[in-house]
């Protein structure tokens, strides 16, 4: 063949659909650097670190389908480990070239020399090195197949020396193929769960993300049986949306309705959804679980009946087997509940805060109030979490993206430049944490160079919020929590980006629609209350205590403000703690 390994390597991965590769370039990735350069069908986009390289490509896949980043010899693909991770427990489909040292050096602890195959065999589902010219394209096509059929990520190494060889033609397949089965349980197990569920009155149905292709089939079911629908973090905007019988999320950033829902039911439906986890599920109640990852029946509670199947597929076959519940009582009892936590979700939204100190239940709701019917959100994990948990609605249209498998700061960002990419009509909203913004400060320059209109909407509350309420419960004084923080406007402005900064709650809806309507990236520093709290579904006594332990020790220590502020802050959720 007349083209290098490098070459035929980019071919593959257009073939393959593949858009663009998240890297930063150098030394042995120079040879691929250059074959993207000379190839008009795909784009290397200049991150500032890999690692905001690979949740963007994280983000990519979970939007589009398989994305792709890169990192260069030793530290270079070191610095995708913790976004490959995230990719990986996210089940996306998400191809990492991994570069190395030359052949000839291998096993000589040469300089930035790693042992590829060691540092990524947890977080992945193919993981080989190229070490001659012949092995690439067999290795190529088989890591893209396991990608994108096992969903997940997929790791090939590339040593610099074989990329700039002449390529050798593949005795294998060159393309790769993207088909899909349709998997469900067999009729006996369809006519067992069909019927559990026709024996019982009180059902409730708690769906994941494996149900968000089967919203029709979950509402349809729900409504014969008159069961209330939860759902999991990652299922909200897939199940949420015109959905008469949903009653919110369970779950550490869940909601008492579901949390109740699921414990005053007979039966629990589980569909799709390995959470919540254990302390959040009851123990005494008949449960079905249905999964395409057989894997993971039981492994979250102990299971009546456990199915593999996909969600659509095996709904279809068992809605013709389901017997029409009339007693609706239970179903109305919960929706009741629901009704009543809304009303509590809304105090902090009519009540905006003090200067200094904005709700940010009222920050976040004015971005679900003011965001485009199809945006796509990204929160960092923590408090941005429960903000958009609880506040941001789905439409059907919307998409929302987390680390909420993986759970790593600074998420937001850089999963908002791969949504960008993949879906440039698309509104992009960051809800960014100050923590998690302060780690990755650097790729907002990648935001500007690419033109990116992404809006970050930083929630500044001057500390790791949701590290501070662990500690509280625990009955730990909050330790080393608080952040000096820089005015991440004028840094944004320094990067060429628009920066405005919001502290007045009577400012906060015209600040944000501003931002909204600029046609660029933004990004709004939201100067929220510190001592907001976000208390879980059900508060247990002992949380009581460890927060009623946390607040003497912080009193000793002489900190009344910061005790008395906390009290006043959260008041409100007195009533949580007495029903």
């Not at 149900?211 to 008159?226: F, G, M, P």
């Not at 999964?291 to 299971?303: F, H, I, N, S």
């Not at 019917?373 to 998409?399: L, N």
């Not at 879980?536 to 003497?552: N, Q």
């Amino acid at each position: 063949m007349s083209k290098k390994v490098a070459e035929q390597l980019v071919d593959m991965l257009v073939n393959a659909g593949i858009k663009r590769i998240y890297a930063v370039t150098g030394d042995s990735l120079n040879e691929l650097n250059d074959a993207v350069r000379r190839n008009d069908s795909i784009q290397w986009v200049h991150v500032r670190h890999e690692e905001a390289g690979a949740y963007a490509a994280a983000a990519e896949a979970e939007l589009g389908g398989l994305a792709c980043c890169a990192g260069s010899s030793g530290p270079g693909h070191v610095h995708l480990i913790n976004g490959l991770y995230d990719a990986h427990r996210s089940n996306v489909p998400v191809l990492a070239i991994a570069s190395t040292c030359a052949t000839v050096e291998f096993g000589s602890a040469y300089f930035q020399e790693t042992n590829v195959i060691k540092l990524f065999d947890d977080c992945s589902h193919y993981n080989q090195i190229a070490a001659t010219p012949a092995q690439l394209p067999r290795m190529t096509q088989a890591a893209i197949q396991h990608a994108v059929q096992r969903k997940g990520v997929a790791i090939l190494g590339l040593p610099g020396d074989v990329s700039a060889m002449d390529a050798v033609e593949n005795i294998s397949a060159d393309k790769n193929y993207f088909s899909k089965a349709l998997i469900r349980p067999n009729d006996e197990d369809i006519a067992q769960m069909a019927s559990l569920i026709n024996k019982y009155h009180k059902i409730s149905i708690y769906c994941g993300i494996g149900a968000a292709e089967a919203h029709d089939e979950v509402v349809k079911l729900s409504q014969l049986i008159n069961a209330p629908v939860g759902y999991s973090f990652r299922g909200k905007m897939g199940i949420q949306y015109d959905n008469p019988n949903e009653v919110g999320m369970t779950g550490l950033l869940g909601l008492p309705s579901a949390y109740h829902s699921m414990h005053e039911s007979d039966l629990i439906v589980l569909l799709g959804t390995d959470f919540p986890y254990v302390p959040f599920m009851p123990t005494d109640k008949k449960i079905i679980q249905v999964d395409l990852q057989p894997e993971r029946l039981g492994r979250r509670a102990k299971l009546d009946l456990g199915l593999h199947g996909d969600i659509k597929t095996t709904l279809t076959a068992l809605l013709p087997l389901i017997n029409n519940k009339e007693d609706d009582s239970f179903l109305k009892a919960q929706l009741h509940l629901y009704d009543k936590v809304k009303e509590h979700l809304n105090i902090y939204v009519k009540d905006k805060g003090s200067k200094n100190a904005i709700q940010p239940e009222a920050a976040a709701a004015c971005l679900d109030k003011l965001a485009a019917d199809d945006a796509i959100f990204t929160v960092d994990t923590g408090m941005c979490c429960v903000w958009g948990a609880r506040y941001i609605r789905a439409t059907g249209k919307r998409a929302m993206l987390g680390s909420f498998s993986h759970g790593s700061m600074a998420n937001a960002m850089p999963h908002a430049i791969g949504a960008a990419f993949s879906c440039p009509g698309r509104q992009v909203i960051a809800m960014c944490g100050d923590g998690g913004i302060s780690m990755l400060l650097g790729d907002l320059a990648t935001i500007k160079q690419y033109k990116l209109p992404i809006k970050i909407i930083v929630f500044n509350n001057r500390s790791l919020g949701m590290v501070k309420l662990e500690m509280q419960v625990s009955g730990l004084p909050d330790a080393e929590t608080d952040m000096e923080n820089p005015d991440f406007a004028m840094i944004a402005q320094a990067m060429g980006i628009k920066g405005m900064t919001i502290t007045d709650p009577e400012e906060l809806e015209s600040g944000l629609q501003q931002a909204l309507d600029y046609d660029g990236p933004v990004l709004v520093n939201v100067f929220t209350n510190p001592n907001a709290l976000a208390m879980p579904p059900k508060i247990e006594f002992d949380m009581i205590k460890g927060m009623t332990l946390s607040m003497t020790k912080l009193m000793l220590g002489g900190n009344f403000e910061e005790v008395l502020n906390t009290v006043k802050s959260s008041y409100k959720h007195l009533g949580e703690i007495i029903d």
